[in-house]
């Protein structure tokens, strides 16, 4: 009988076993599917978990949940690069700004690429590219110098439906960026410079805003909403409905980052953390006789009544080549969703727990994707922590 009972188990035992699917069998059986179609204005990629709107006149995008009732978007534009002398306190002022390159009246063209790896599993790419003139100011009359084709500007966004992790290809010992496959567009912004401008530092200025619909446009709904920054000692919280100025000049406030790479702006509405900008605090130089380099970019931001400005600006100089900054733009699809900066351990989430900071510890999967949250130990974000931006306020750099 013991040798009955011992075979039963075993044969038990076994038959779960056959019936419990390997972790790649499970990951790949919650994949979601890629697809995309065209429109005359945009590209539009669904992955299941969040749709995707990618203008084709000039980079835009926007991104929503799948399954939402409303035309409620979250986009960004990204406009302009500026070309400017930082003070002697690292600032930037926008009234004093000598170049300008305007995105938006720049000739855009777009092309679609779908590939498959076994890192990102299925992935569609969309690119726009554009040769852009700079505008100079004239100090002797009131027109502009035009410097034409003074950089090609290249937009590369990406969305997969495996989690991985984005790394600077040319650059030794990359830090890592994790990507949360379906529910998060990686993009690249690649500034190729054709000609030298006499400006030791180079911004690309970049609006974010919630949408109706594919409007590419800043919402007319009446619901408030603003933006909660997660800097190096507190959340700031900006509202972009307010044109912060101070008589003609355009406040800007310097952003303080954390130690890891991963920066990041959420959407909130109804104290509900419902999407997401992010950043690495790095952007890779380009140069024609040396190596690439990563270097630190210095962030600057203002509302100006319709939507959030960020400015990501690196130090450049005459040999510089090329400029690639490295963001995304996602959503939160659980009750419980969040960003993964695995480094520190913090978690940006919906609803009552909007934010969760705790230390590594171990993985839970979230969301059909099995996306993974690490965390040990958690605390609700204290409300003393938030910290709302007055006009007047002016940051500058650290001493």
């Not at 406040?251 to 419902?274: C, G, I, N, T, W």
Request: glycine share 6%.
């Amino acid at each position: 009988m013991t040798n009955v009972r011992r075979l039963l188990a075993i044969l038990v035992c076994t038959l779960f076993l056959i019936a419990i699917p390997t972790a790649s069998e499970s990951s790949d059986a919650s994949q979601q599917s890629l697809s995309y179609s065209e429109t005359t204005d945009y590209v539009l990629v669904e992955t299941g978990e969040m749709n995707i709107a990618i203008s084709k006149d000039f980079p835009a995008v926007i991104v929503a949940p799948a399954n939402q009732t409303d035309e409620k978007g979250y986009g960004l534009v990204i406009s302009s690069a500026l070309g400017y002398n930082a003070t002697p306190e690292g600032e930037l002022l926008l009234e004093d700004v000598p170049y300008h390159a305007s995105f938006e009246h720049s000739t855009w063209t777009s092309s679609i690429d779908s590939e498959y790896s076994e890192e990102k599993g299925e992935t569609i790419t969309v690119e726009l590219a554009s040769s852009v003139n700079m505008n100079k100011k004239n100090p002797s009359s009131p027109g502009n110098i035009i410097i034409d084709d003074w950089a090609d500007v290249t937009v590369r966004f990406q969305v997969t439906n495996n989690n991985y992790s984005a790394r600077y290809e040319d650059v030794d010992s990359s830090p890592d960026y994790h990507v949360n496959g379906t529910t998060e567009l990686k993009f690249d912004i690649v500034t190729d410079i054709n000609e030298a401008i006499d400006a030791e530092d180079l911004a690309i200025d970049i609006g974010l805003m919630m949408t109706e619909g594919y409007t590419f446009s800043p919402t007319s709904m009446p619901e408030p909403y603003v933006f909660h920054g997660y800097q190096e000692d507190e959340v700031t919280e900006s509202n972009p409905m307010e044109n912060e100025t101070d008589g003609d000049v355009k406040l800007l406030h310097e952003f303080f980052p954390r130690e890891e790479l991963k920066q990041l702006f959420a959407f909130v509405q109804d104290d509900s953390a419902e999407s997401y900008f992010a950043w690495a605090k790095l952007a890779e130089l380009g140069y024609d006789e040396l190596e690439d380099e990563l270097t630190d970019i210095s962030t600057f931001y203002r509302t100006d009544g319709d939507s959030l400005r960020i400015y990501l600006s690196t130090s450049v100089n005459h040999n510089t080549t090329s400029v690639l900054h490295d963001p995304s733009l996602g959503i939160f699809v659980t009750d419980v969703g969040y960003v993964d900066l695995p480094d520190d351990g913090m978690k940006i989430g919906l609803s009552g727990e909007s934010v969760i900071l705790g230390l590594v510890f171990g993985a839970i999967a979230v969301g059909a994707v099995g996306t993974y949250a690490i965390i040990r130990g958690r605390g609700e974000e204290d409300p003393g922590e938030i910290v709302s931006l007055e006009k007047n306020r002016y940051y500058r750099k650290k001493p």
